[in-house]
């Protein structure tokens, strides 16, 4: 028994120490921006200025670079407080529609954003529709950073999920723009970002990846981000972050699960010890039935 | 139905009750001498009968007859009931007073109630509070969505992910939003829908399936296998597999179920010298004694074991002096009895079987043992008997017989002999027969035979003596004037022909004794005395006589020497309270008085007097329905035994009713007969014995089989298991089910309480139909908690399925916190190391779909006990078979979840949290199970450790289970 106990132990130390030390080796640099960029004469009513579009959306914004950041370094937006695993939300899409386009007429999972001015809208549905679109463009000193933003969304989304000659149709044509807007020149498959909104989030605090940068970044190193502020995320009280990070071979940087295995196992180590300490102290033999039920009961009678 | 003429020319009719009381013997039923000369198909009869009103009662009738003027009284002899059968009477003719319904055995028979197994009565109080639980969080969901909902009141519009406007056409309007209330009330709807898995109805699916299973190993145990009768165990209800591992109370039938129903002659001692036939059982092959009449041969139908030293007495014959007792003796057993020589045809046509029928077994068997010693009783008539003396026929006259009694508990036959004297052989019980036997002749013999008769009584066989007188002609003459007067006597004559047998059964020389066993089944003393040890009370109800049910109860070990008898006989309602009364304070004082001296004396060897009860069916009647059923119960329950006597067959079903009614425990009635029936019915398992006595008591039975031994196999072992498989079984399925509820709704927590699942449609459908359920099924039907030696060895175990320890409302909670916990970490662990990270739905939902399924069957496989290769299967292979679904779910384009498998798969994160999910989740359950079996260990953890272990520590306590009050155990 005590041997059990004691194997309850499940994972030499180590392992736990080497999980915080692969999160902690991810360099993360977090910026929020939707309150910041928004001009000072709407900082009270920061909805109108989002939807005023005559505003610039334009904003600069500066990061610094504290530790080394080897490449490739992964660009995300991170959006708070933003339910993409809403029920209306999850369900307003048509995947068929995404891999067959216009010849797919069942589209009524699409609602409300199935069709506008009596034609369809491809791709349709609220997912589609409000389709992230703030862009940022990286310089570090005078020099631009380029940004790889190909092969960000899954292969097997692009392959066989989003046709390849779908065209966007009839998108954001509405009187109530939601988000981005799609080239309709190119296949669904190449929207990339289109992609990457539409594997919907399970989370309300998501990020999405935006693109990579392929060159190390170097301690003290500045770079400028010019950023349009299109999203809307004020109207029901959002965040939105610019997310630099590296990457480990735990993924992203989260020290929750170190932390947990180190929880985990000092809690088995301490259990064996006081198992052994009993042990050691009082121990029962097996299969002794003066300890039975039987036997119990007549003593107490 | 009223008897009119029958084909004797005296009116008897003879009678089997089988059906009715169990009993196999021949009655004897008379038709009124006024109406025996009328022949309904010639003549017309007139007359009108009055009779009382349907009732249950067999014993008793009450009517009067009206013919050619003349008013007679009709009994309970005089009637043919419904069920019995004509025996060795061609034809009878009667007039029919009850019919269908009305007739005392369909008034007998209750009708089937459903049973509904107690652990699934006590499963649906569990599923209640389950279904509570599923409101609350329905409810929960309902109100924070609510809440949500008022609080983005003005945004809903336009908020990307609700949108409440279609603009598509000219005039936005809501789109599926049909005001607050609605709303709150479809997400009620919606999430009633999603966790409804919550309630396991698949539970009674695999409840049935396991059932079916545990019915197949039940019914191919081989030890339940009766070889004489080659009749397997059958499993006839399957809904109550598992309350065989909770009963409490057994009340069984005698005849058929304890007894075989054959009665045998084993000893005799005559004249003082014991014949136990022990020196003669090396001589295994016995040849049935044969005698040549007229060029047939007649055998008796029965074989009976000879001692040869008897044997070659009586065939010496009244030479010597020892011989001369020994041919009175026999000669007492052939004539002095009712017994009908009947000539049966066998397949050789020299050979004639004789088959003795008579009212009484115990005087067959003595008649055949008389035959099988040379004393073959061939030819009866009212006037004469043949006998068969080695041969050579003699003719005795028959000149009066006093039948039995049961106040006199004997019967005397006054023979004619062939050399002209006229002797009287007088047989009966020993407490009547010493009266009337003439002390002052043969001292010695007289007590001899005793001693002989304890030592037999001890045994548990049923003795009768046996005493003769020669009368000289001035006595015959006298009690001739005498029998001849009271028997033609129109007023009392019952009276009147005791007052003359008791004259003429007086100053007797005693001849000897007999001994007959009522063969008892084989291993019921031992099955019984496991029963008890498993403290499980035995009850016996017997339509038999008092004497037979006790002696029955003595050779089965039921009542034991050192038990205090209280015989309650009772022939009205207050004196029957009054006993009981009596009865109460004495069992109070027996077992209350010991519990004192039991104190003061310590381990000093005190004793609890046993208490055994004894009741007939007389009391009965005033006992049941009405207010003395509390006290009688009282009683009961203090007294370790109770035998009930001269039952009908709904009183069986009253007493079990009356248990069942006061108590929680469960009960089982076991019997054979059509008598059985309703007992069989009423009880909550109720068991068939397929034996001799017609198949009803199988058909209403629950359970069928062989023997009765058969009970400690049915209930020690496989009930036990059933018990313990099942009560784990609901449990678990509790718990897996509530587990995957629980992952969903904390998942509703943070999408807005909408209900959405990351889990798809389909897997949380497969969930419990592929993923989880075979493995409990596979468990519910083989797990084996203990083998079945160490549960027949130690009937103590049995005592968990009393105490409800496989299943009851502390485990309930315990595993339900147990389920929170587990759920808790399943979902929070992924949620909190993918939090800000790029998962999505669908691959956080593989998550959780393969966590709770290996947490679940993996805390499964910590729960078996015994593992077979198909629980190896069944286990391992539901985490196979889920990867592979929902791999396969995900290889479908058309599913928002595409390719979601592949790509969660390819990080470590996800790894390392399945594996810190299924740790984490499981150890609560490892240490609490650790603690409870290392630090408060159960009966069977104990014996399971001496089964591993096979230590020798619990040969002391064995000693202690024997004798359990001797030496009480220092803690």
Sequence with gaps: ?301 | MVLLSTSDPTGIAYVQTINLDGESNLKTRYAKQETLSKTPEKEKVNGFIKCEKPNRNIYGFQANMEIDGKRLSLGPSNIILRGCELKNTAWAIGVAVHAGRETKAMLNSSGAPSKRSRLETRMNVEIIILSIFLIALCSIVSVFAAIWLRRHRDDLDTLPFYRRKDFSEAKPKNYKYYGWGWEIFFTFLMSVIVFQIMIPISLYISMELVRVGQAYFMIRDGGMYDEASNSRFQCRALNINEDLGQIKYVFSDKTGTLTENKMEFRCASIWGVDYSGSKGDLQSEQVAHEVEVDGMIFRPKMIVRTDPELLQLAKVGRESQRGKHVYDFFLALASCNTIVPFVVDTPDPSVKLIDYQGESPDEQALAYAAAAYGFMLIERTSGHIIIDFWGEKQRFNVLGLHEFDSDRKRMSVILGCPDKSVKVFVKGADTTMFSVIDRTLNKSVIQTTEGHLHSYSSLGLRTLVVGMRELNNSEFEQWHFAFVDASTALMGRAALLRKVANNIESNLRVLGASAIEDKLQQGVPDAIESLRMADIKVWVLTGDKQETAISIGYSSKLLTSKMTQIVINSNSKESCRKSLDDAIVMAKKLTSGSIVSHNMEGSSGAVITPVGLIIDGTSLVYVLDSELEEQLFKLASMCSVVLCCRVAPLQKAGIVALVKKRTSDMTLAIGDGANDVSMIQCADVGVGISGQEGRQAVMASDFAMGQFRFLVPLLLVHGHWNYQRMGYMILYNFYRNAVFVLILFWYVLFTCFTLTTAINEWSSMLYSIIYTSVPTIVVGILDKDLSKRTLLKHPQLYGAGHRQEAYNSKLFWLTMVDTLWQSVVAFFVPLLAYWNSTIDAPSIGDLWTLAAVILVNLHLAMDVVRWTWITHAAIWGSIVATWICVVCIDAIPMMPGYWAIFHIGGTPVFWWCLLIIVIAALVPHFVVKFIYQYYFPCDIQIAREAEKFGNLRGHGAIEIEMNPILEPHQR
């Design chain 1, 1 to 301: 028994m005590l041997m059990v106990a004691a194997s309850q132990q499940p994972l030499p130390c180590p392992v736990q120490y080497h999980h915080l030390q692969g999160a902690k080796r991810v360099v993360e640099i977090v910026e929020r921006y939707d309150a910041e960029c928004v001009p000072d004469a709407y900082k009270s009513n920061k909805v109108a200025y989002i939807k005023n579009g005559s505003i610039s959306k334009n904003c600069t914004k500066l990061l610094k670079v504290d530790k080394l950041m080897k490449a490739p370094i992964y660009i995300y937006y991170q959006l708070d407080n933003y339910y993409q695993n809403h029920r209306r939300y999850v369900k307003s899409r048509s995947d068929k529609q995404l891999l067959d386009g216009l010849q797919n007429n069942d589209t009524s999972s699409c609602k409300p954003e199935e069709s506008n001015g009596g034609l369809p809208v491809v791709p349709c549905g609220l997912v589609a529709w409000s389709l992230f679109n703030d862009s940022y463009i990286f310089t570090r000193g005078a020099v631009p950073l380029k940004v790889n933003r190909k092969n960000i969304a899954w292969k097997s989304d692009r392959d066989h999920k989003f046709g390849k000659r779908v065209y966007p149709f009839n998108f954001q044509n509405g009187s109530l723009i939601g988000g981005g807007k799609l080239d309709p020149h190119i296949p669904l498959s190449d929207q990339e970002d289109l992609i990457v909104w539409m594997r919907t989030a399970a989370l309300p605090s998501f990020r999405k990846l935006y693109g990579r940068i392929e060159e190390d970044l170097h301690p003290s190193d500045l770079i400028t981000v010019n950023l349009t502020n299109n999203y809307n995320t004020y109207s029901f009280g959002g965040a939105k972050k610019l997310v630099l990070s590296t990457s480990s071979w735990l993924g992203g940087k989260n020290d929750f699960l170190g932390v947990f295995y180190i929880f985990v196992g000092s809690s088995c180590i301490f259990i064996s010890l006081v198992f052994l300490l009993l042990h050691l102290k009082d121990s029962r033999p097996c299969g002794d039935a003066t300890f039975s039920y039987w036997n119990r009961k007549n003593v107490s009678l």
